[in-house]
């Protein structure tokens, strides 16, 4: 689905996905979220592309829900499509084989907060903020953000920010281990550089760790050992085993190439 809400760019192995409704804070329309969804696909599609960057055009990452879509949704059904598009972003990011960074500026608020988290890492400008603005309209956290904190943060702290509503600094949230890095610079060049270890690491062993954490807690001990032994005996077949051998003994960089 060809967008205006978002656009879609690729450099040097990243695909770099913004939202682009900057006249509306980057709030998420039905429009934007099959948007999100299709540029991940396509990001997953191209075997160049190594991780995926998400940002925010203009002042913020993005303030959340658009409050006149959601103004207008009278039924249960309009609800319901407007509920499964946007959480069909979450789903997408989390079972993609590819690594998504979030890279956050200004503040990510309600659905941006969700977006933002759901990456498999966040990368936020120092000064920039995140906020669970649900309960200021009488509505819990949604697409997989509840799941996310709990998962993550003592409930008392969890049910804090939610019920404060109040922002979270940056610098707070990376001491409770919800942001990766912070930073003083362009938000979205520092993602780039962070996202250097991804370039450079081995794509299929990156995409089986990525799916293994994510179903880690759906699995039984038993299972997870299976699942170890079955992925580790495919990867110590690969080419990009072989290399990265090589490469330890003749004391160099790796090539990986995904194969």
Same mark, same amino acid.
């Given at each position: ?10 450099? #040097? ?12 804070? @980057? ?13 991940? /696909? #396509?990001?997953?599609?191209? %075997? ?7 940002? $925010?055009?203009?002042?913020? +990452?993005?303030? *959340? *829900?658009?409050?006149?879509?959601? !103004? ?32 956050? !500026? $200004? ?8 977006? =933002? ?16 603005? +649900?309960?200021?309209? $009488?509505?819990?956290?949604?697409? *997989? ?10 409930? =008392?702290?969890? /049910? ?6 109040? %922002? ?6 990376? !001491? ?16 780039? !550089? ?11 062993? @990156? ?19 299976? &699942?170890?032994?079955?992925? &580790? ?19 160099? /960089?790796? @090539?990986?190439?995904?194969?």
């Amino acid at each position: 689905m060809v967008t205006e809400a978002v656009k879609y760019e690729k450099k #040097d192995s990243i695909a770099f996905i913004t939202m682009n409704r900057p006249e509306k804070r @980057n709030a998420l329309s039905i429009e934007m979220a099959a948007g999100l969804v299709d540029a991940l /696909k #396509d990001a997953e599609k191209d %075997p160049e592309v190594k991780v995926v960057i998400i940002s $925010g055009e203009g002042k913020i +990452f993005s303030a *959340g *829900g658009d409050l006149e879509v959601l !103004h207008t949704l009278d039924n249960s059904a309009k609800i319901m499509e407007y509920m499964k598009q946007a959480l069909a972003i979450i789903q997408t990011i989390r079972e993609l084989d590819k690594y998504v960074i979030s890279a956050v !500026h $200004g503040f990510a608020a309600g659905a941006g907060f969700s977006i =933002a988290v759901a990456a498999d890492f966040v990368v936020a400008k120092k000064d920039a903020a995140f906020v669970c603005s +649900f309960t200021n309209v $009488g509505i819990i956290p949604d697409l *997989g953000l509840l799941k996310e904190l709990t998962d993550n943060l003592p409930n =008392a702290v969890v /049910k804090e920010w939610i019920s404060s509503g109040r %922002p979270i600094a940056a610098e707070e949230a990376y !001491h409770r281990g919800i942001v990766n890095h912070v930073t003083a610079e362009d938000v979205v060049e520092a993602a780039m !550089h962070y996202a250097a270890f991804i370039v450079d690491g081995p794509p299929l062993a @990156n995409t089986f760790v990525k799916h293994m954490v994510n179903h880690a807690d759906e699995w039984s001990s038993g299972t997870n050992d299976l &699942q170890e032994t079955a992925i &580790q005996t495919l990867l110590l077949q690969t080419e990009d085993n072989k290399e990265g051998i090589q490469a330890f003994f003749e004391k160099r /960089k790796p @090539n990986f190439r995904g194969k």
